[in-house]
């Protein structure tokens, strides 16, 4: 559900909005953090057939940085997110393989 529709249903319904249910929408964080979404997809992925997703590409790193006018003093902010972002990507990839593997296991035993 979008913010959009949230906030369309409680006006339909009556209901009093919560903010701390109502989903967020980009407008909600600060232009920095768009940036930081933005270059981290920019990054290419390194995926292996056996291993999954291993992590981004950080060959153009620097070109991304320039590109995005990150300063100096974000970057120490900037690479805590892409580690944050890359730790959940990381997991929901081993997460898959994990299922796929046992679901091949129940087929074949």
């Excluded at 209901?15 to 232009?31: L, S, V």
């Excluded at 291993?54 to 990150?70: A, C, L, R, S």
């Excluded at 892409?82 to 990839?93: G, H, K, P």
């Amino acid at each position: 559900m979008t913010k959009a529709q949230y906030l369309e249903m409680c006006e339909q319904t009556g209901e009093e909005i919560d903010w701390d249910r109502c989903p967020e929408d980009w407008e909600d964080f600060p232009p920095f953090i768009v940036d930081y979404f933005n270059l981290y997809h920019s990054l290419g992925d390194r995926i292996y057939p056996d291993v999954g997703y291993v992590g981004k590409d950080f060959t153009n790193f620097e070109f991304f940085i320039e590109q995005y006018g990150i300063e100096d003093h974000q970057k120490d902010l900037l690479i805590e997110f892409i580690l944050w972002m890359e730790s959940r990507r990381i997991q929901e990839s081993q997460r898959k393989i994990k299922e796929a593997m046992d679901k091949v296991k129940r087929k074949s035993g």
